[in-house]
């Protein structure tokens, strides 16, 4: 695709063959798909896409990716020869070539002129550090969450996008799926009256430090165990951890695994509370949840649930499916979830309201909304919907509520500078200490 932040004011390529006359003096048969027709976009419009880490999570980002008729997918990258092997193979299968390059260090991807877009699904300790390095490299970004391990990393990483003018779109996909729009206006127009109290499920927390036995590390080809650390840590290799055994661990996770569900639920409580360019100034941990406030009074409810997926107990409406966010107001409520269904009460309420959802299979969980806001913020330069303030404000909310957890005790919080005020120790959670080499 041709960068509109990079040919501002100049002429297209198009625009010069034509006024200079070569297109009269050489007659060419163009095929239709080079020309954009046949619902394919001309090369010259299409956003070049590059691919950071090709696990679980991607192979589902991908997809809906893939199906865009605007976007060419030229290269993946990953640090295991199995996984971008892959990766390859189903790029290449798609588009019925050979084209894809498959490539270990992100970095040469990252050097590639035809990349114009990345999806990062790493890992969670690498997702801010190869967010950074792609702006700087004059790349948009859509980036798996959580985006960033601290709320020092989620500030520095939106810091970056402001300075480099990219376009960034946390993978917080629920802000573009239908039911969860649909309850979010309720609270958001008044309709359940003022707004009291919004809740997020979470997993119930928990932090693991131990590390794996020892096993001997593989060829660098084979896994670049170095690369797969980044920043994090040193530790011994484990075949485990490169097959997904890294979460939960402190080293490689962020938040005591709060942000697994949180980045997706407070976030939605964030925006319900209009409270997108801010976030709670205290937060208060107990055994079944942490309780934060925002300035204005509204209450946050981060309602632990264990795992998996399932012990929602009698708070939840459990036919409404994964991530369930309930929003109450003085004169109703608000329930949805990933299978699509809205839950109003009371039943004068619900009776007012006649495009209620009624829910759709896996619905919440579709990416391709807002993937495709992303691609059309990429042409326009707009900001998407889950850009990097949103992703700022409402990861550093999920922090700080892990952090009033890991110490257990009651935290205060400005969410304008990003500092824990009340509690030095708790305020030096902010940040964690990342190898040298990878100082961003």
């Known amino acids: 695709m041709t960068n509109p932040a990079n040919h501002r004011g100049g002429a297209s390529r198009r625009s010069f063959l034509s006024a200079v006359g070569v297109a009269a003096a050489f007659p060419t048969v163009v095929p239709a798909r ?19 880490g090709y696990g679980p999570r991607c192979t589902y980002d991908l997809g809906p990716m893939l199906a865009q008729a605007d976007v060419r997918c030229v290269a993946v990258s990953d640090v295991q020869a199995r996984r971008r092997d892959a990766a ?39 997702h801010a550090h190869t967010s950074i390095l ?14 960033g391990l601290t709320i020092d990393l989620c500030r520095k990483l939106a810091d970056v996008m402001n300075e480099t003018g990219r376009v960034f779109q946390a993978g917080t996909q629920r802000r573009s799926v239908p039911n969860f729009q649909y309850a979010v206006n309720l609270a958001r127009t008044g309709k359940l009256g003022k707004l009291k109290t919004v809740y997020a499920t979470v997993y119930t927390p928990s932090i693991e430090t131990a590390w794996l036995p020892t096993q001997p590390t593989p060829a660098k080809d084979v896994v670049d165990w170095d690369l797969w650390l980044g920043p994090a840590p040193w530790r011994p290799y484990n075949e485990a951890y490169v097959q997904g055994r890294w979460r939960g661990q402190y080293d ?39 309780t934060a406030k925002y300035a204005g009074g509204i209450e946050l409810v981060i309602d632990f649930l264990k795992e998996p997926f399932g012990d929602r107990g009698p708070r939840w409406i459990t036919a409404l499916g994964t991530c369930p966010v309930r929003f109450v107001g003085e004169d109703g409520w608000v329930e949805t979830g990933d299978n699509g269904g809205v839950h109003v009460e009371p039943d004068g309420l619900k009776a007012s309201l006649k495009d209620l959802p009624s829910g759709t299979p896996d619905s ?18 707009a900001k998407p919907a889950a850009n990097a303030e949103v992703m700022r404000n409402s990861h550093s909310a999920c922090h ?12 205060e919080f400005d969410p304008a500078s990003g500092t824990i005020t009340n509690d030095e120790e708790a305020d030096g959670l902010r940040t964690r200490p990342f190898r040298a080499k990878w100082k961003v």
């Open 88 to 126: 390859k193979a189903r790029v290449d299968k798609h588009y019925g070539d050979q084209n894809c390059a498959a490539i270990r260090d992100f970095r040469e991807l990252l050097d590639r002129k035809d990349v114009d877009a990345v999806l990062i699904a790493t890992g969670d300790r690498w």
């Open 252 to 290: 490689f996770d962020s938040g005591a695994r709060l942000l697994d569900w949180g980045a997706h639920t407070v976030d939605l409580c964030q925006w319900a509370a209009d409270a997108d360019a801010t976030g709670p100034v205290s937060f208060e941990p107990s055994e079944t949840k942490i």
């Open 364 to 381: 919440g969980l579709d990416v391709g909304g807002h993937a495709r806001n992303w691609l059309d913020c990429i042409k326009t330069r």
């Open 134 to 147: 792609a702006a700087r490299a004059g790349k948009d970004v859509y980036s798996e969450k959580p985006c």
């Open 400 to 411: 700080a509520a892990a952090a009033s957890w890991i110490l257990g005790r009651k935290l």
């Open 34 to 52: 080079a020309l954009g027709r046949g619902g394919a976009a001309a090369p010259s419009e299409r956003i070049g896409l590059g691919v950071i």
